[in-house]
């Protein structure tokens, strides 16, 4: 019988398994369930920007989603499988207390939001982050240095320090911030307890200001000038930072006979979604990966050398392996990309319920909506006169995080049609997208190739032709579906020494590419133009949100 490995993925929305063969990287099967309460909005209140997921939704879902893979492609795999790598969303912590549970699996705290995890789009610590950024710029030492140079609301610090001084009870009961990565694997190994629980280089070095220059993370007293819990959180997160060829651990009995597994399955330390999707992908060194999904996450990983000491300004950090070990890993990334097209389908499909339908032929009207403007899409010349948008929908991520900043629309008149508002958002996201590209190359990182994995990449031809025209650049699609499931696959087989090392992991087991798109000469030279009056308004309107 051959051997298998499996990538869990941890979505916005929901968790994927994939189980593939360790030799060769043949997709088995895969396998989807949704997190029950989060599809009901349940914690979530959009209007404060607060999203929020309970932790027996996350449990929940892996085990349905794995007992139900089990039953498609059989026991018989199941008992083969050899390893297991874990990727989340991030940054998504949830408070623990002193044994490791988190806060909300005990009775007392089972509906409050706080002490949930905090899914990484909740944008309710702005003040927060502004004032990580602020201290740390006042100091001998800018401990944002590796991450851009600004903390964001969508990281780790600034929603602890929301929760610590927001929340007494959660606050008194906290002993540590742990990430969803590293909570899952922790949970599969039964090492939640502090003392045990290996954190990930990947989110430690991202999002929880870690690094090897100072010694792991920021001193005591550095944290104390925010919150006195912040120094006590601190020291029990600690200094040590695994990367995910490492194993976290041996599934546990419970988890053994829930899923159907063998007795010696190893667990790989997790990381963030977007940084094994670059390993499923078969990233090599300046190679941009753009995982394109609700929001995009961008990672390119360079070599020592290439980089220097150089620190590029405006990003999510460069994270010495955070994607592969030996190389520097470097994160950018949009807060809203499919979000943005989710916002303009609920805006112009409103009045659906007006019309007399039932709620299957609104839902299914509505499914219809996106993909008919796309295919509509592929037609459309691109001019410069036509309507012109911002992608702020849900702030900026990359470059230089702030989410204040707004979404907005220009041009548009009593002519403007429905399909020229929807070019309008998806230039924006190509636009956006560049400008990510543009931050990386005036810095001195090159990108010599572009690769779009995720769910739009291979849905939507006609906006990856529009990104490759506004990128000036070749964008490759990849054929998996499951690129981030892949790649935790890829480092759960390094972690149970099936492969020596993450490089030969991924010249066996990495998706192969299914479509390449080129620029496109007349419509490369309008958004060149077009790109240009984008760059023009965005700085009009972020000027207004400052004053």
Sequence with gaps: MSAYVAGLDFGSDSVRWLVVDAATGAEIGS????????????YCVPTKQQYRQHPKDI?????????????????????????????????????????????????EFSEDPD???ILWKDHTSIEEAEEITRVAKQGTVDYTRFVGGSYSSEWYWAKLLRVLRNNKKVSDSIHSFV????????????????????????????????????????????????????????DNVGDQSYTSDVSAGIVTDEWQKKLGLSSDVVVAVGAFDAHMGALG????SNELVKVIGTSTCDIITADYDALGENCVAGICGQVDGSVIPGKIGLEA?????????????????????LAGLS????????????????NQLTHYSPNYKAPLALDWINGRRTPDANQRLTAAFFGMNLGSSVLDLFHAVVESTAFGAKKINDTFEDQGVAINKVIAIGGISRKSASIMQICADVFGKAVEVKASDQCCALGAAICGAVAADIYPSMEAAIEALASDTEVSYTPRKEESKVYRLRYQQYLQHASYVESRIKN
């Excluded at 893979?69 to 949830?94: C, H, M, W, Y």
């Excluded at 949009?334 to 805006?347: E, I, L, V």
């Excluded at 709620?359 to 796309?374: D, H, Q, W």
């Design 281 to 284: 992908a078969g990233a090599k």
């Design 31 to 42: 396998e989807v369930a949704y997190y029950r309460s989060w599809m009901n909005g349940d």
């Design 359 to 374: 709620e299957t032929e609104i839902t299914k009207a509505s499914e219809r909506f996106l993909p008919e403007l796309g």
């Design 59 to 107: 449990l929940r879902a892996l085990t349905s989603a794995g007992v139900a893979l089990r039953n498609t492609i059989g026991d018989e795999v199941f008992q083969n499988i050899k390893a297991i790598g874990v990727d989340t969303t991030g940054s998504t912590p949830i408070a623990i207390d002193k044994y490791g549970t988190a806060l909300s699996l005990r009775e």
């Design 115 to 117: 002490a949930m995890f």
């Design 179 to 234: 990430e969803m990565c590293d909570w899952v694997p922790a949970i599969l190994t039964g090492t939640t307890a502090p003392k045990h629980l290996k954190r990930s280089r990947c989110a430690s070095g991202h999002k929880i200001l870690w690094n090897a220059s100072w010694g792991g993370l920021p001193p005591r007293k550095f944290f104390s000038l925010f919150h006195p819990k912040m120094s006590e959180v601190r």
């Design 333 to 353: 990334g949009q807060s809203a990309f499919g979000d943005y097209y989710a916002w303009f389908k609920n805006t112009m499909t409103w009045s659906l319920s």
